[in-house]
């Protein structure tokens, strides 16, 4: 699931550094925003999500390379857009269901996203590499008889 579909550039202006452009296609079976995953409660045994880890400022911004790949978050929202997509995933997850999470910590440490989970994660790994950035891949496993989990409007 992709709200993107087609064949994309990641060269974006003239203040691009690299004489090509990547070109990459994404063509999903669903198309459809992850916060508005388009599936009923409790319908899926495992999810993997990735969602957008460059949190900017400024709304009006033009896009890098790397935020038409990877897609952005906003710094006056990105806690309630991902607490939200959180919660309805989680809900689409069947009980007993298995949570993969990635994030980057280009932007937001890790710490600070965890707080966004309902559940503690039940493990977690650091691939960091000489000086790159953290990538943590971590598991989730959804409790059998939580409650429904409702999205917020503040946090």
């Keep these: 699931m992709d709200i993107r579909k087609g064949i994309f550039s990641s060269k974006t202006s003239e ?3 690299y004489k090509s452009s990547r070109r990459y296609k994404i063509n999903p079976d669903v198309v ?3 916060k508005n995953a388009p599936w009923p409660d409790n319908y899926f045994d495992l999810i993997v999500f990735d969602p957008p880890h ?3 400022n400024n709304r009006d911004k ?3 390379g790397m935020e038409i790949e990877y897609g952005r978050l906003y710094k006056d929202n ?4 991902l607490n939200n997509g959180i919660k ?4 689409i997850l069947k009980p007993e269901g298995i949570f993969v999470f990635k994030w980057c910590e280009d932007s937001i440490k890790i710490e600070e996203i ?5 559940y503690k994660p039940l493990f977690g790994s650091n691939t960091k590499s000489k000086g790159h950035t953290a990538n943590f891949w971590i598991l989730f496993i959804k409790h059998r008889f939580e409650k429904k989990l409702i999205e917020y409007d503040e946090i």
Excluded: D
């Excluded at 990105?78 to 857009?81: E, G, L």
């Excluded at 965890?114 to 309902?118: A, E, Q």
């Design 15 to 17: 203040n691009c550094k």
């Design 32 to 34: 459809s925003e992850w």
């Design 54 to 56: 460059i949190v900017v």
């Design 62 to 64: 033009k896009f890098s």
């Design 78 to 81: 990105f806690k309630i857009v």
């Design 88 to 91: 309805k995933l989680f809900n």
């Design 114 to 118: 965890l707080k966004l989970f309902p």
